[in-house]
């Protein structure tokens, strides 16, 4: 699996956009960008994923580099409840295992 | 989105005895289902595949007379923890990818085990 990087911790004030950067230069073509985040105590929760082009649902956004090395999550409005850790991770397709790196604890602050 | 339970939610448990965790998909199929352990302050570890109707696959370092998958429809897995000692105490989470889908892969709330 290719590996991310991602920054160890960001805050975000409420009601602003939150960007999550991630960094995966060595993602195949085959392989997708997904972001997971996980509340304290409780399993990941899905939030988007993408291949290459730009990708938006009721939670969050995906932008990703033309040259697909790296991506951002884009929370429009940030809510306290976002306070989470957010993980970035590529992969060929969820029926595939994955592979979690250190993610990056968002704090949302009033 | 579709559901994965785990039961139990939290377990205490004494050292040298075994421990099972179930993970359902409640509203849809999987034939494939994932095992993580995660200790405080870490990140999520895979520790085995399940796969229904055949054997699970570990992880390297993972013992697998430890840590008994046993995946017997295609809605439940459950993971035993044989023999469980202190160091076992940790958050164990299953996922499942729902069987023909791609698209997304749903976890369970986690499994809190604490092994006195």
């Known amino acids: 699996d290719a590996k991310t990087t991602q920054p160890t911790s960001m805050d975000c004030a409420e009601g602003r956009a939150a960007n999550l950067p991630c960094n995966h230069s060595?993602?195949?073509?085959?392989?997708?960008v997904y972001w997971y985040r996980q509340i304290h105590s409780q399993g990941p929760q899905y939030i988007i994923h993408?291949?290459?082009n730009n990708e938006t649902n009721e939670m969050a956004s995906l932008i990703i580099t033309e040259d697909r090395k790296s991506s951002t999550l884009i929370l429009p409005h940030a809510t306290l409840r976002d306070t989470a850790v957010y993980y970035c991770?590529?992969?060929?397709?969820?029926?595939?295992?994955?592979?979690f790196g250190t993610g990056t604890r968002l704090q949302v602050t009033l | 989105g579709a559901v994965v339970s785990q039961h139990p939610s939290w377990v205490i448990c004494k050292s040298g005895t075994s421990v099972k965790i179930e993970c359902r998909s409640l509203?849809?199929?999987?034939?494939?289902m994932f095992w993580y352990r995660q200790f405080p302050k870490q990140s999520l570890m895979l520790m085995a595949t399940?796969?229904?109707?055949?054997?699970?696959?570990?992880e390297q370092g993972v013992e697998k007379d430890k840590f008994l998958i046993n995946h017997a429809s295609l809605t439940l897995s459950t993971l035993t923890v044989t023999s469980a000692h202190p160091e076992d105490s940790s958050f164990y989470i299953c996922?499942?990818?729902?069987?023909?889908?791609?698209?997304?892969?749903?976890f369970g709330p986690g499994t809190r085990l604490t092994v006195l």
């Open positions: 993408g291949l290459k």
């Open positions: 991770i590529v992969n060929p397709g969820t029926a595939s295992k994955l592979t």
């Open positions: 060595t993602i195949s073509g085959n392989e997708y």
């Open positions: 399940s796969n229904e109707g055949s054997k699970a696959t570990y």
């Open positions: 509203d849809f199929q999987a034939t494939t």
């Open positions: 996922s499942a990818p729902p069987y023909g889908q791609a698209n997304e892969q749903f």
